[in-house]
């Protein structure tokens, strides 16, 4: 099989792996070699479903010995099967690299053999572009669940971001549908990861030339859909993932039915706006200061379809408002509907020189669409603020109508991050 | 309010701004304009003064690095007629310091600050969609049409990242090139243009990259307006993934 057979068996397989981030890392190229990494993270281009790519996304190979019913590659389903040898993706990622197509390198892969010999030869393929072929530039490597603690530190030395996938968000769905993977072996390489990333940190405080373990940090994916838990236990799940494990992201992908295995759930079409409205939610627990417990409760265990979750949030809060532009804090800012990082921001360092009028607030870029029901500007509100709460939220339908009309209109949050 | 002139060039406009500066007691109430040859053109004509000019970014880079930064980008854009603004907002700057750029509901301020992100979004862009290709010599080559003048801080970002390799960069419609070769950044002007040969492989590896770009995609979850929101069209004319669509 020639190199662009193998290449479109082994990135068609690597497509439903939701992760792109390239930044996060910054080095320095090697004088001799190729490639840099920058912080901020470059995109390349953006893809027929208008995801970025950033990274050149490949599976090793998907000759898979495990059997797990969502997955394309499991064993029992009769897919064409193809495995790189190591200089194969060498080249590819060298000749990309040098073309300015790519970023760097995602190398995932099937479970060939024992999940040592996998992450064995995917970290030679990492260990070769660094030393031999002196490449500065992005490295993401997925960790096979299993596979020893040696091969993990040593993947976390060559590369700049280390992921292990969760998969699924709870150990029976995991039991149920990947019988050979189990919870345990999921997160004890996170856990450990993670201490490795603190502890070389604290080295490189004290000696700037100690080596770098996984400096873009770890990541992880689940896939939403194909299993019955609820948007309450996949945020609990990923509050606790960023709290405890010191995740960077967990990116979450709706499940494309890809099989008729009769344990998965019959779908009309991937769960698009469910996955949008997760990626909302987990950007509230991340930047906004929101708790899980905050967005969704055992009673409410679902996000809302017709309200982002900060809009559903300031609806069930209307003690909360209105809050004062010109006097609220950071803190307070964030919760208003309408009002992001950016505009946050922006408004705390234009106030400094005068106070800002209803003009100011759209030059500022606050969606004013939205904001106006939340807020005052020096004591004048836009919309009376003493009205109840349910007709708040018809009003606030009618407003967003035109927006309601395109709920197929879906851009990730951060897709540039 | 007391109007002036200068020559039209970079230097010319940075030391007017400089004189101006030392000599007016409220710059904010100046206008500064680039001489045109009219026969009534009223205003006072400042001379070109390039020490004057220097000592200006310097002394701004020192008390407002943030603000140069900005000034950087802007010029980047090569827009005409905003001369006053350029006034009034390192008047501000030498005032506030970097604080300058929260100033955003004044108006010299926005002006710049949002055509400088302009520039600044392009150049970050381009870092991304710019497309070598390798010649017949094993030198690179990459084409492009960007609307703002980004080659000089373009070609430094490469000359960080392709550090081995020999190429150079072409801005089609403004005809300046930039070459990087042993170590070594020149920037020049190309008045004829002829397309080099490309080597063996070359076509090789963009049938690669094609194949990739297409097999990446969920085929469940196409959308094609999301693609052209995130890569608008005028950049596809340069794009390898893009030929022959």
Known sequence: MDTLAKL?????????????????????????????????????????????????????????????????????????????????????????YRRNYIEGLFLSSAV??????????????????????????????????????????????????????????????????????????????MAMIGREIASSLVERKSNRRAPR???????????????????????????GLYKKMNLKRVYYSAYVPV???????????????????????????????????????????????????????????PEFFPVEINRADYGTLLRVPGIGVVSAKRIIAARRFSAITPEGMKKIGVVMKRAKYFITCSGRSFEKPDRPATLLRQQFLIGESSALALPTQLVLPGIFS | MNRYLYDGTADGLFSAIAWILEEEPDPQQVALAERKDTLFEDGFFISTDATQAEDLFFRLRKQAPDAAHTLYSFMLAEKE??????????????????????HLTHPAVRDIVSVAKKAGRELHRMKGLLRFEKLRDGAYLAKMEPDHNIIHPLAYHFSRRLRAQHWFLYDVRRRTAARWNQGALQFGTIEQFTAPALSDDEKKVQALWQAFFKTIAIPDRKNPRLQKSNMPMKYWKYLTEKQGE
Request: hydrophobic fraction near 35%; aromatic fraction near 8%; glycine fraction near 6%.
């Open chain 1, 112 to 189: 060939m053999g024992s999940p040592d010999q996998t992450m064995d030869r995917m970290v030679r393929v990492a260990e070769t572009l660094r030393t031999e072929e002196q490449f500065g530039g992005y490295i993401h490597l997925k960790i096979i669940p299993g596979s020893s603690s040696e091969l993990v530190r040593k993947a976390g030395l060559y590369a700049d971001r280390i992921s292990v996938n969760i998969e699924l968000p709870s150990q029976a769905s995991l039991q149920r549908l990947a019988p050979q993977k189990h919870k345990d072996a999921i997160l004890a390489p």
């Open chain 1, 259 to 317: 099989t008729d295995d009769n344990r998965l759930p019959v779908l009309a079409a991937p769960p698009l706006l469910r996955e949008h409205r997760l990626y909302q939610a987990d950007w509230l627990l991340r930047f906004y200061g929101f708790s899980a417990e905050e967005i969704l409760s055992d009673d409410a265990p679902h996000l809302d379809e017709t309200f982002d979750p900060k809009t559903a949030w300031a609806l069930r809060h």
């Open chain 2, 81 to 102: 007629g905003t001369e006053s603004s350029l006034l009034h907002y390192i008047s501000l700057a030498f005032i506030h310091g970097d604080k300058v750029n929260g």
């Open chain 1, 213 to 239: 373990f996984a400096p873009a940090g770890q990541s992880t994916q689940m896939i939403i859909g194909a299993s019955p838990e609820n948007d309450f236990q996949i945020l609990r799940l990923s509050q």
């Open chain 1, 8 to 96: 479109q068996i082994l990135s068609g397989a690597a497509r439903y792996d939701a992760s792109c981030a390239s930044s996060g890392s910054k080095r320095e190229g090697p004088a001799c070699g190729t490639g840099n990494t920058s912080s901020s993270g470059i995109c390349h281009s953006w893809s027929d479903d208008g995801r970025c790519i950033s990274l050149l996304k490949l599976l090793l190979s998907n000759d898979c010995r495990y059997d797990c019913a969502y997955c394309v590659n499991r064993s029992s389903n009769s897919v064409e099967r193809a495995s790189f040898t190591a200089r194969e993706v060498v080249d590819l990622t060298l000749d990309f």
